[in-house]
């Protein structure tokens, strides 16, 4: 249900931003009074639904005013913007032919630690867990007695997707920064600055939090939609353990294929249209299992999928067979994406080649590079969402097809389950993309279906460090600064902790190489 978006405005006069990434340590302001606030039963759901809109909008209000980090922009730093942007133009599957500062660097992996997206996002991480914690501190048992409020079996849900959601920014920062601080609710505000856990204390903290949690969230696919259940921390556990051998160097890939059956045994079922997955009304695919929500009229926002739809929308395109009023001309993939769609059946190869070169002689020319067609503002139906401007459509961070895909991998890669089972589960999705089965699994025939299934999701700089092949092995249009492409310094791998960071609490440690 959408609607858990639209809570969080209501919010508004509840929590307010922070001033700067060196208060996030600290108590977030509150409009009058904490007191005043959590006194009304009414607000734990509005606050809890500010957790959940924080990673779709940038402040309190549907529009990218009132933003909560200050110094960043409300619209382009948003932060599933952000997280799509270092998830992707690192990689062989999109490149962008703007020129804001710092976004040239991340195609060519140049980016440095004062890299205005990657420092974005680093702040983003740390402000969602703060709110967590502060909401996770005006929610115990002492608290809600103290103000006559029953610690209801709601109030105990909203506590654990709090929770969960803290999980989920701290899983992207383990996966993008490595060693990042790591602050919980029993942390006292402003006691200290903030320490700074190794990626090994992260992997244990997550682990120990989502197996926790398991017991405490709903049962899969009982919550409202868009808020958090079990089978999302089932999803988080299994990527967990499917990148524990990058993150600690020790392998955990029987837990992955364990995890990620937990969430194909659970309900869910594959959409009939592979495409209705990325459309206006994908709320009502039974495939989506953890959707960051977007509504056209209730989140007006520059970021979210609204860039993700018209900024792939150039040259001869007509922007209405999008849903939308206009397109951006900035965003584009490499042949190296499009060379992995070998079977002209496959319905998931969903470029637009006319009048565009597959080449990229010039990343700043729309034309260079073929457009993609996956993301729509478009209903089945063919009708466009509410807003031409701003997209209904949903931005999925776990869906049923990467279970499928994760379970294969951790059985091929050695992982306690059944082989027989993981060609199953790869071939359902090629059967409905209408490609060819395959007839066996391997490590590279599953990174170039990954690829085809997930591609512009998000997934594909994990995927690739994960594979061995993101800094070396495998190169790609303009990778490195060059057309052919080239080797980058391994300590790419992770990107730097903001530079204003470091300023603010000396006590942390910049990643190597920055």
Same mark, same amino acid.
């Given at each position: 249900?959408?609607?858990?978006?639209?809570?969080?405005?209501?919010?508004g006069?509840a929590?307010?931003a922070?001033n700067?990434?060196?208060?996030?340590?600290?108590?977030?302001?509150?409009?009058?009074?904490?007191?005043l606030?959590y006194?009304?039963?009414?607000?734990?759901k509005?606050?809890?639904a500010?957790?959940?809109?924080?990673?779709?909008v940038?402040?309190?209000k549907p529009?990218?005013?009132?933003?909560?980090?200050?110094?960043?922009?409300?619209?382009?730093?948003?932060?599933m913007?952000?997280?799509?942007y270092?998830?992707?133009?690192?990689?062989?599957?999109?490149?962008?032919?703007?020129?804001?500062?710092?976004?040239?660097?991340?195609?060519?992996?140049s980016?440095t630690?004062?890299?205005?997206w990657?420092?974005?996002?680093?702040?983003?991480?740390?402000?969602?867990?703060?709110?967590?914690?502060e909401f996770?501190?005006?929610?115990?048992?002492?608290?809600l007695s103290?103000?006559?409020?029953?610690?209801?079996?709601?109030?105990?849900?909203?506590r654990a997707?709090?929770?969960?959601i803290?999980?989920?920014v701290?899983?992207h920062?383990?996966?993008?920064?490595?060693s990042?601080?790591?602050?919980?609710?029993l942390?006292?505000?402003?006691?200290?600055?903030?320490?700074?856990?190794?990626?090994?204390?992260?992997?244990t903290?997550?682990?120990?939090e989502?197996?926790?949690?398991?017991?405490?969230l709903?049962d899969a696919?009982?919550n409202?939609?868009?808020?958090?259940?079990?089978?999302?921390?089932?999803m988080?556990?299994?990527?967990?353990y499917?990148?524990?051998?990058?993150?600690?160097?020790q392998?955990?890939?029987?837990?992955a294929?364990?995890?990620?059956?937990?969430?194909?045994?659970?309900?869910?079922?594959?959409?009939?249209?592979?495409?209705?997955?990325?459309?206006?009304?994908n709320?009502?695919?039974?495939?989506?299992?953890?959707?960051?929500?977007?509504?056209?009229?209730?989140?007006?926002?520059?970021?979210?999928?609204?860039?993700?739809?018209?900024?792939?929308?150039?040259g001869?395109?007509?922007?209405?067979?999008f849903?939308?009023?206009g397109g951006?001309?900035?965003f584009?993939t490499?042949?190296?994406?499009?060379?992995?769609?070998?079977?002209?059946?496959?319905?998931?190869?969903?470029?637009?080649?006319s009048?565009?070169?597959?080449?990229?002689?010039?990343?700043?020319?729309?034309?260079d590079?073929?457009?993609?067609?996956?993301w729509?503002?478009? =209903?089945?139906?063919? @009708?466009? %969402? !509410?807003?031409?401007?701003?997209?209904? *459509?949903? +931005?999925q #961070?776990?869906?049923?097809?990467?279970?499928?895909l994760?379970?294969?991998e951790?059985?091929?890669?050695?992982?306690?389950?059944?082989?027989?089972?993981?060609?199953t589960?790869?071939n359902?999705?090629?059967?409905?993309?209408?490609?060819?089965?395959?007839?066996?699994?391997?490590?590279d025939n599953?990174?170039?279906?990954?690829?085809?299934?997930?591609?512009?999701?998000?997934?594909?700089?994990?995927d690739?460090?994960?594979?061995?092949?993101?800094?070396?092995?495998?190169?790609?249009?303009? =990778?490195?600064?060059? @057309?052919? %492409? !080239?080797?980058?310094e391994?300590?790419? *791998?992770? +990107?730097? #902790?903001?530079?204003?960071?470091l300023?603010?609490?000396?006590?942390?440690?910049?990643?190597?190489?920055?």
């Amino acid at each position: 249900m959408k609607n858990i978006i639209k809570s969080a405005f209501y919010a508004g006069t509840a929590l307010l931003a922070l001033n700067s990434c060196k208060d996030l340590d600290t108590k977030p302001y509150v409009g009058e009074v904490s007191e005043l606030v959590y006194q009304d039963p009414a607000s734990y759901k509005q606050i809890l639904a500010k957790l959940y809109a924080g990673l779709a909008v940038s402040g309190i209000k549907p529009k990218d005013d009132d933003v909560d980090l200050k110094n960043y922009d409300g619209g382009s730093q948003g932060y599933m913007r952000v997280y799509w942007y270092l998830q992707e133009f690192p990689t062989d599957e999109a490149i962008v032919g703007w020129g804001d500062p710092g976004l040239p660097d991340l195609h060519k992996m140049s980016w440095t630690a004062s890299n205005q997206w990657s420092s974005a996002f680093y702040s983003r991480i740390l402000y969602q867990a703060t709110v967590a914690n502060e909401f996770l501190r005006e929610t115990t048992d002492e608290k809600l007695s103290a103000r006559g409020i029953p610690n209801s079996d709601d109030i105990k849900n909203f506590r654990a997707e709090a929770r969960f959601i803290r999980a989920l920014v701290y899983s992207h920062g383990i996966d993008l920064f490595g060693s990042i601080p790591l602050v919980t609710e029993l942390d006292k505000v402003g006691s200290a600055l903030p320490k700074q856990a190794t990626r090994a204390e992260l992997f244990t903290y997550l682990e120990t939090e989502l197996k926790a949690l398991e017991a405490e969230l709903p049962d899969a696919r009982t919550n409202e939609y868009g808020r958090a259940d079990k089978a999302a921390a089932w999803m988080t556990l299994a990527k967990l353990y499917l990148n524990a051998e990058v993150y600690m160097g020790q392998a955990k890939y029987s837990e992955a294929a364990a995890y990620a059956k937990k969430v194909i045994d659970a309900g869910y079922v594959l959409s009939a249209d592979y495409q209705h997955n990325f459309l206006a009304d994908n709320d009502t695919s039974k495939e989506i299992i953890f959707p960051i929500n977007f509504d056209g009229n209730e989140t007006q926002t520059w970021g979210g999928t609204t860039t993700l739809i018209h900024a792939s929308i150039g040259g001869t395109m007509n922007p209405t067979d999008f849903g939308v009023d206009g397109g951006w001309g900035g965003f584009r993939t490499t042949k190296e994406l499009v060379g992995l769609f070998t079977d002209k059946n496959d319905k998931r190869a969903l470029f637009y080649s006319s009048g565009q070169n597959l080449e990229i002689d010039n990343i700043t020319t729309f034309t260079d590079g073929y457009a993609v067609t996956k993301w729509k503002n478009v =209903k089945k139906d063919g @009708k466009p %969402g !509410k807003n031409l401007t701003h997209t209904d *459509t949903d +931005f999925q #961070l776990f869906r049923l097809a990467d279970a499928h895909l994760m379970y294969a991998e951790a059985v091929v890669r050695g992982g306690t389950g059944d082989a027989t089972l993981a060609l199953t589960l790869v071939n359902a999705l090629r059967t409905r993309a209408g490609a060819a089965k395959l007839t066996a699994l391997t490590l590279d025939n599953l990174l170039a279906e990954r690829g085809r299934e997930l591609f512009w999701e998000a997934h594909r700089r994990t995927d690739l460090i994960r594979f061995g092949k993101f800094t070396t092995g495998y190169n790609w249009a303009w =990778k490195g600064g060059v @057309k052919a %492409g !080239k080797d980058v310094e391994a300590f790419r *791998t992770l +990107f730097p #902790l903001a530079a204003t960071d470091l300023v603010a609490n000396p006590t942390l440690r910049q990643n190597q190489g920055y």
